[in-house]
T-cell receptor, first 115, second 111 residues
Framework: GAGVSQSPSNKVTEKGKDVELRCDPI?????LYWYRQSLGQGLEFLIY????????KSGLPSDRFSAERTGGSVSTLTIQRTQQEDSAVYLC?????????????FGSGTQLSVL | GQQLNQSPQSMFIQEGEDVSMNCTSS?????WLWYKQDPGEGPVLLIA?????ELTSNGRLTAQFGITRKDSFLNISASIPSDVGIYFC???????????FGSGTQLTVLP
């Protein structure tokens, strides 16, 4: 497709389980971002991948959160031992980098619910 | 970290009315962005501002980059039902590429 694709669109899990969220960026976009949006809140930066550089992990809230980007394309965000406070919408975005913010596009997100 | 204070938190307006919302920061931003988010979707960029004092329009939307570089506002004129959604201000702190977002303004347009 032409846009940023995220899967699954919804994920319900039990407290303590691990989850993996996937992001397929726009083809050719070298920069990829993960954000978290809690109910009624703005977006909170989690992690940023740029080409082959080491990712900026400064936004990850705890060591239960990790992400990887294979082959400079698809990215997976993993949350281990999920907690109820992890419930949120997880959004992925991609852009050419460097590039204007007019070229930054978001996916529709994964709604994560931890019971 | 740096925070963006966005107000109002929510607005209920009549169709046809004009709307204004603003965003302030305790530190300087060199870029101000305004996004709209519809339910179940990611944010979509409405207007990007790159220069202090800049006033930019996109149809019925007008945004300004404050001269102090610590604030920005968004105006929507003659609101219509499809303007309903959540509006976010955002900007990159310092030289970072990732964005800091305001907490959003939920806009409801009443017929």
């Amino acid at each position: 497709g032409a846009g940023v694709s995220q899967s699954p669109s919804n994920k319900v899990t039990e407290k303590g389980k691990d989850v993996e969220l996937r992001c397929d960026p726009i083809s050719g976009h070298t920069a990829l971002y993960w954000y978290r949006q809690s109910l009624g809140q703005g977006l909170e930066f989690l992690i940023y991948f740029q080409g082959n550089s080491a990712p900026d992990k400064s936004g990850l809230p705890s060591d239960r959160f990790s992400a990887e980007r294979t082959g400079g394309s698809v990215s997976t965000l993993t949350i281990q031992r999920t907690q109820q406070e992890d419930s949120a919408v997880y959004l992925c975005a991609s852009s050419p980098d460097p590039g204007p913010y007019e070229k930054l596009f978001f996916g529709s997100g994964t709604q994560l619910s931890v019971l | 970290g740096q925070q963006l204070n966005q107000s109002p938190q929510s607005m209920f307006i009549q169709e046809g009315e004009d709307v204004s919302m603003n965003c302030t920061s305790s530190s300087i931003f060199n870029t101000w962005l305004w996004y709209k988010q519809d339910p179940g979707e990611g944010p979509v960029l409405l207007i990007a501002l790159y220069k202090a004092g800049e006033l930019t329009s996109n149809g019925r939307l007008t945004a300004q980059f404050g001269i102090t570089r610590k604030d920005s506002f968004l105006n929507i004129s003659a609101s219509i039902p499809s303007d309903v959604g959540i509006y976010f201000c955002a900007g990159p702190p310092g030289s970072a590429r990732q964005l800091t977002f305001g907490s959003g303004t939920q806009l409801t347009v009443l017929p």
